[in-house]
């Protein structure tokens, strides 16, 4: 595994890669790897001739009172798990390196934004796109690999590709859990003991919606209701949404059908924390 | 020369060619092909192992009040001149095959857009960036040809290309003239007789221009002021604006020196007309 922190040497090498032929799985982080990664990178490896890990915890897409200053980082361990994980290429480059000076052009997400964690984030996910398409352009990626947690990034992606006309297949990957069923995150390193216990809830409520929902419940409310009381009733997290959406257009329902996204956010003491369920009617 | 409506069969060809190890040159048009687009198409021709052009009149890039739906256009006398400069690729696509949706991304310039033809053109060079990292995906170009006729297009592409990190190489192209020394443009078709004689101050106020430089003088006013009474004492136009900034920044620069841009913008009965000379002292 060859690490490159240079934008210029990484982009040389999979043109260079790319006029033999081979095709390219990108895997784009922002490190502190956990299984869920893991699982990304595995896919891609069994996808692709190379596999392309990017690390770069991307400041545009946090806002001013986020945690970009203590997002979890420890490069060593990502590349020892990126090289036991057989990843070709870890890029590693700096935030100067990335964006030697104000950008004179940005991109601007215009849809899919105003709901879930777009609507408590402005700017995140133009932060997101345009990192994004700087990174598909350096390193010129036949498929890239989101986890399903970060859904309403999968969306977005899934419209920059589309209407950018970016020749990268996008390739969605399941959520990876913890035993108790909290989703995995870089993010979960931070909770106290006495929060991780009562995390567990965010799961649970969404196994918890998808009975009633088998059972025959149709209403969105009904379900966000029940949500909402076992989150309020089981944790002392701070709700910030829990919302039932169209999925990927994510657009409001009145009723269960088709494909929807049921996501929520929840604030605990030192860390906010996401997880969803897409399901299906038909 | 193959003509290629459609965005999948052109990537799809372009990804194929340069997996074999082809390079590409590009030459993005509005069409109404002239003079200073074949020279564009000549360069690119003698550079490259395959040549693509594209032809497509771009709504974005157009104002409410602009001329979008006058703008010439003739696919036949375009196609036969492409074809007899030996294009490989001539991309053609129609509005809806380019934009099929409302775009849930778009590109905003944040530089190099409140002077010269952005400060009357709002939103132009949005729409211009927005097409071409549209484009740059679809041809996949290892170098793009612009005219510097179209100056602060080739600077805000400039940034455009480094700040999103194409791996494309941006070659300006000489203005090409006619005899008289008016600027070649799809749009001088449009130009009174009339018009089309006083139309010449456009180039000669800028010879006078660099002349009274050449012969010492510095002041950025000076230029400005003596270009202003040349076009208003020979023409009927009506001047959108003279300018004079640093090249690429286009910043105001308050003595002559370094690379440099005077540029100006003269409306006609029809048509509204630019030029420039860019220009360097050290």
Redesign the interface.
Known sequence: MRVIPA?KEM?AEV?NQ????KSIGFVPTMGFLHEGHLSLIKKAREENDLVVLSIFVNPLQFGPNEDFATYPRDFERDRALAESEGVDFLFYPSVEEMYPN???????????TDVLCGKSRPGHFDGV?TVL??LF??V?PTRAYFGKKDAQQVA?VE??I??????VELVPVDIVREADGLAKSSRNVNLLPEDRKQAVVLHKSLQQAKKVMDEGERNPSTLISLIKEMITSESSGRIDYIELLSYPQLLPIERLEGKFIIALAVHFTNVRLIDNFILEIN
């Open positions: 934008v982009q043109l790319k006029a033999q032929g104000p950008s004179s052009v940005t991109l601007v997400v215009q849809k899919r796109a398409a700087k352009q350096i010129q977005v419209g920059l589309t209407d950018l006309n970016f020749p």
